[in-house]
């Protein structure tokens, strides 16, 4: 949930003087959806400083200088609808009708039609709906309302109104009224839950790899019954050192990282000579020999051999079938694709963008398309790595549903990209400047979070249509069985904090949830994909309703269910959800149960109360859980948590109690199964802690390979077990 900071962000942690929010302020925050006042996790009621209003505000592009200003802003906020014929986007679900609005000069006939995506015309039906016309700029206009069936098809659609004066167009978008869950899941499935670079096999090339993903996915389909593999974000890095570590601050959502491609698997590695083979296998063989190492990932020395190996089998072509089965992937992806490749080759070529020429600050500016004539084949590279991700994850998702899981390949969507990379740069006209999202303080992180990463503006985003948000979707969505959203709130509302304010200085923005739902239902509807949505932290329970209402699953990891600090039985947990015993913002289990989440917030300073009181904290929570399991015979009463097999027992016996629970899916951790005690991430961190860096170990941190995961053990039979209906 917590993506880190890159190394050259700055946070200051000094909050300006609160001030209060004025009368015209509050009102103007209130019809962009920015909050004056919120309740926090404690349940207690924070009013928001006026000065954090006016940064958001301002963000958004509204002037709040002074009073006068503010009512201006008002006025133009409140005709802007009134100003045009049709909405940007109509969002609709199925099954409902929808009453779509068209502004006309008052008296004036209008008809409207939906130009469906099959190319058929449905003519709409006038309403009787009466609305005051408005005065707009010396012009009297009325409000002319139309019924959009309910039993129209899913699908993005076109609708047109005309009057004798002035026509108009916009998309309307016709989602399912919900997503299947049962159709998908049936009663139950499990799965494991991986980071894909940390999970190394004695083929991978130091990370682990899209060939690794696959041979877990067929392994535990096949001999577990296993109905998924929960990965880590596989979205793309800078492809110019230093590779940013973290997977949830990429540079993009929409492509993916080439340093998950396993190299020997793109079929035009057979058509190099063998004196670039050798080379090739002397790279591999390098880093092969540190998949045995408990050394830290080093990504930078892992993508600058394949990024040789890679260029080297660009190089060679490819026959015509495949030629046109990549000149089809390339029309498919469009433009985003090719913004991207572009971003990609403009950073190899003038490294980090505050060192880019002027010119090519915008991807629709004469200069950016001049490179891409000069850069051709540097751009068509990273087209190309783009067309091997698709591939490779298409025959992991393939070789997983062979394998008899339900789902295959479930992926990980983060919250937002790095504030200078890919995304901010092609879709700069659509997210905020001068914010980061976050998180609000909560027990676990007391300062709050800055992901400094750039949001949606919503009104942006809106006034797009959404397409920026549905493009980023179908790619993720091509080859994936299931999506998880990490920090899904974000779909409700985020919290921004403005630059040069501390973490817990921000304020939540809201979002047309309803529109952003409905895009996501239908394009995971088209993909047969399963949503769920990671509603951790502060989430009203309002939130959960809509998402379940919807059918998108929440998230239940053991160590938050609690009610009033008492833990939850796990039988009395929710139905919808991924349920888990841990997360990767947690040590794994074995980590957990020995207080490694205490040592690393008390060493790193990142605690606000005494260390003694936190770990008095962590062993009544231990006991109070070991009080539960012990009343449903999960766990023995002699156990020794100083003894290896004692911590084992204890791991075993809350897996139980995961399994016991009537969560739909439910996730082990792939960690889990292997005794490994490291966090993979601390959150509120950048290089105090080694984050996304640490690879697969056992108890003593001794590396573990995929291949010996996979030779099976009586620990992995235990964890599982009862998910085999042993």
């Avoid at 793309?236 to 973290?246: D, E, F, K, T």
């Avoid at 670039?276 to 002397?282: D, F, P």
Wanted: charged share 25%; proline share 7%.
């Amino acid at each position: 949930m917590d993506p880190s900071t890159s190394g050259d962000l700055v946070i200051d942690n000094t909050a300006p003087e609160w001030t209060p929010v004025p009368e015209g302020l509050a009102r103007l925050a209130g019809a962009y959806g920015v909050a004056t006042e919120y309740w926090d996790q404690a349940g207690e009621l924070v009013y928001v400083s006026g000065a954090v209003v006016e940064a958001i505000l301002g963000a958004l592009g509204v002037d709040t200088s002074s009073p006068d200003a503010i009512e201006a802003a008002l006025e133009e906020k409140r005709l802007r609808d009134w100003r045009r014929m049709l909405p940007p986007v109509f969002v609709m679900r199925s099954g409902q009708d929808g009453r779509l609005w068209a502004h006309v000069v008052d008296g004036d006939p209008v008809r409207a039609w939906l130009e469906l995506e099959d190319g058929a015309r449905v003519d709409l039906e006038q309403m009787e709906f009466w609305v005051d016309p408005v005065d707009v700029d010396g012009v009297r206009i009325g409000e002319a309302s139309f019924r959009v069936p309910g039993d129209l098809p899913l699908g993005w659609h076109t609708v047109h109104a005309e009057t004798p004066g002035r026509t108009a167009s916009t998309p309307v978008v016709i989602a399912p009224l919900r997503l299947d869950p049962d159709a998908l899941v049936g009663d139950r499935q499990w799965g494991f839950m991986t980071q894909v670079y940390a999970m190394r096999s004695s083929q991978s090339w130091g990370l682990g790899d899209l060939r690794d993903l696959t041979a877990l996915a067929e392994w535990s389909g096949r001999d577990l019954g296993a109905g998924f593999v929960l990965i880590n974000p596989l979205h793309a890095a800078s492809p110019v050192p230093p590779m940013a570590p973290s997977p949830y601050l990429p540079v993009t959502r929409r492509f993916a990282n080439p340093i998950y491609l396993h190299v020997e698997d793109i079929p035009e590695f057979d058509r190099l000579d063998a004196a670039v083979v050798a080379r090739i296998e002397e790279l591999a063989g390098v880093l092969r020999r540190r998949n045995s190492s408990s050394d830290l990932l080093d990504r930078d020395a892992v993508w600058g051999a394949k990024r040789t190996a890679l260029e080297a089998i660009h190089a060679t072509g490819m026959d015509p079938m495949r030629a046109e089965q990549y000149d089809a992937f390339v029309r498919e992806q469009g433009s985003g694709l090719l913004d991207f490749a572009t971003w990609c080759a403009i950073s190899d070529v003038h490294g980090h963008p505050s060192q880019w020429p002027a010119g090519l600050g915008h991807p629709a500016g004469s200069e950016v398309a001049a490179f891409r004539g000069e850069h051709a084949d540097l751009v068509d590279f990273h087209v190309w790595l783009q067309w091997q991700l698709d591939e490779q994850l298409a025959v992991a998702q393939e070789r997983a549903r062979e394998a008899g899981m339900a789902l295959g390949v479930m992926l990980d969507l983060a919250v937002g990209v790095h504030p200078e990379g890919a995304d901010a740069w092609s879709l700069q006209d659509v997210l905020a400047r001068g914010v980061g999202v976050g998180a609000p303080p909560d027990m676990y992180n007391q300062m709050g979070q800055n992901w400094h990463q750039p949001p949606w503006r919503p009104d942006a985003l809106a006034e797009a249509a959404f397409v920026p948000f549905r493009d980023m979707l179908r790619t993720v969505l091509r080859n994936a069985g299931g999506l998880r959203i990490d920090h899904v709130l974000g779909l409700f509302r985020m919290w921004w904090v403005p630059s040069g304010f501390p973490a817990y200085a921000g304020t939540f923005v809201r979002f047309d949830f309803d529109a952003m739902l409905s895009v996501l239902m239908l394009e995971a509807h088209r993909a047969g994909a399963l949503i769920v949505g990671e509603d951790l932290g502060t989430v009203e329970p309002w939130v959960q309703e809509a998402l379940a209402e919807r059918g998108i699953l929440g998230t239940s990891i053991l160590w938050f269910e609690a009610d009033a600090g008492a833990v939850r039985d796990p039988h009395d947990w929710r139905r919808e959800v991924l349920a888990s015993v841990t997360v990767h913002d947690l040590p794994p289990t074995a980590g957990y149960l020995r207080d490694e989440h205490v040592r690393i917030r008390s060493e790193l300073g990142l605690l606000t109360t005494p260390v003694e009181e936190e770990r008095a904290k962590a062993d009544a929570e231990r006991q109070a859980w070991a009080e539960v399991l012990r009343r449903h015979g999960w766990l023995g009463v002699d156990i020794d948590m100083t003894t290896d097999e004692g911590l084992n027992a204890f791991t075993v016996a809350l897996h139980r109690a995961v399994a016991a629970s009537p969560a739909r899916l439910v996730g082990v951790g792939l960690p889990d199964v292997v005794g490994d005690r490291r966090a993979q991430n601390q959150p509120g961190t950048d290089q105090e802690y080694p984050n996304w860096r640490v690879p697969m170990g056992d108890a003593t941190g001794a590396a573990v390979l995929l291949d010996d995961v996979m030779a099976g053990s009586e620990l992995i039979d235990r964890l599982t077990g009862p998910l085999r209906g042993e």
